[in-house]
């Protein structure tokens, strides 16, 4: 493998390199600099960061697409996301809409809010 398909893979698995680098117990900074901004890297680090990334777990805080289906049904039922916006002011449209598109993965405060409200488990 190379650095960019091990970059890739990153991005791939964990979205950000900092949630990566949170849960894989390394430093964002060390990183950042001997690996992913390095001029040159060695092959046995290559190696060892690609055995990482596949060893290292995605992050458990994720939403899964059926509970996205779930929530798009629920929101349908609701009158769609702008009645159901303009009903319950706590809810942005603009989050909403990035929730059902999957822009939003991960379990947020206001993500639970949302998921709650339609007594939806996660």
Do not use: W
Request: charged content about 35%; some cysteine.
């Amino acid at each position: 493998m190379t650095v960019q398909q091990v970059k890739k893979r990153m991005k791939d698995k964990f979205g950000q390199y900092s949630v990566f680098a949170r849960l894989a117990g390394l430093d964002r900074y060390e990183l950042q600099r001997d690996f992913l901004e390095a001029h040159r890297v060695d092959k046995s680090v290559i190696k060892a960061m690609a055995e990482l990334v596949e060893k290292t777990g995605a992050p458990k805080d994720e939403i899964s697409p059926e509970k996205i289906e779930e929530l798009r049904k629920a929101l349908v039922n609701a009158g769609g996301v702008v009645k159901f916006c303009r009903e319950n002011t706590g809810f942005a449209e603009q989050s909403v809409f990035k929730i059902l598109a999957g822009k939003r993965k991960r379990l947020t405060g206001k993500v639970k809010d949302l998921f709650d409200h339609f007594k939806i488990e996660i």
